[in-house]
């Protein structure tokens, strides 16, 4: 796949993935249960605890697979499994809302994806900017989650369970629309040299395409 990739589409799908991953972990992990829950102590301290073991967990595997798989199949992967992880959940409320083991290893797995999400974002953000700008793109392609998530925290406390599902599903969509287009338009990072993967070399004047630099 061709390397000059410009710099506002790796920004646009930086920032959206990072939207889809930041916004449907913290809405999963903590807010469900405090709107939702937070009647019963123990279940809203259960909801918090299994969303982060399922995290915690994936951790582990997402080391793994982030070294053996191409990261355009890691984020497919990633975005793809979160949403369609959010299906059983929502027919876990309208067929079986009082079961909450039910409930419990669904938000395991949604946030084990969660997690391989965050490592697709770990891997990407660092290393598609140039070394000249790669600080400040960064924390601007965080700007647009975290001011988000801060707004829909509020907004949601209206929704009903129903609607906050329906809004998560529609956010892991958000996410995987482009991971898919990374996969189709993007290149593996795996074993990369950073000037390479940032597209730097094909920048530097006098060196063919492709041609390495000084280590």
Do not use: C
Request: overall charge positive; proline content about 6%.
């Amino acid at each position: 796949m061709d390397r000059l990739i410009g710099l506002w589409p790796k920004f646009t799908v930086l920032a959206v993935l990072g939207v889809s991953q930041y916004i449907t972990y913290g809405l999963m992990a903590y807010v469900v249960g405090a709107y939702y829950f937070s009647s019963s102590p123990l279940t809203y301290n259960y909801v918090i605890m299994y969303a982060n073991l399922g995290a915690s967990v994936a951790g582990l595997l997402a080391a793994w697979l982030v070294r053996r798989l191409d990261i355009r199949s890691f984020a497919v992967l990633a975005y793809g499994g979160g949403y369609l992880s959010m299906v059983p959940i929502m027919l876990w409320l309208a067929l079986a809302p009082n079961n909450m083991d039910l409930f419990y290893a669904l938000l395991f797995v949604n946030m084990a994806f969660s997690e391989f999400a965050w490592a697709v974002r770990t891997v990407l953000e660092p290393t598609l900017f140039p070394t000249n700008i790669r600080a400040t793109m960064i924390g601007l392609v965080r700007v647009a989650p975290i001011a988000l998530y801060s707004a829909l925290t509020y907004i949601t406390s209206s929704f009903s369970l129903w609607q906050f599902l329906l809004l998560n599903l529609f956010l892991w969509f958000v996410g995987y629309a482009p991971a898919a287009w990374w996969s189709g338009h993007g290149y593996d990072l795996r074993l990369t040299r950073l000037e390479s993967a940032s597209g730097e070399l094909h920048l530097r004047p006098g060196r063919p395409s492709g041609q390495p630099g000084p280590a």
